[in-house]
């Protein structure tokens, strides 16, 4: 389904992208990651503490009409990996 949320862990890095189009230029709008903002065909996202979080992709034309699109996050807690021994 389209509305459905991607699953990130929280510290993971993600990279996003989109096909260009001749002239068209890209905005994106990070909510729970870092950075907030870029532009570009790409951004590299590393996700912050657990809860919801969204990515916005802006593309305008060179006539300057334009259109977002929002896909859901939800940031998922991390494991902590640990063990013990005896000997």
Do not use: H, R
């Not at 509305?3 to 189009?21: G, I, K, R, S």
């Amino acid at each position: 389904k389209d509305n459905d949320c991607w699953l990130v862990c929280e510290n993971m890095t993600v990279n996003y992208w989109t096909t260009p189009e001749t002239g068209f230029t890209y905005q994106w709008t990070i909510v729970g990651g870092s950075p907030a903002s870029a532009s570009g065909t790409s951004v590299s996202v590393i996700w912050g503490s657990p809860g919801a979080g969204s990515i916005i992709l802006t593309a305008t034309s060179p006539g300057g009409c334009s259109e977002s699109k929002t896909q859901c996050v939800t940031i998922i807690a991390s494991p902590t990996a640990w063990f013990t021994f005896n000997n």
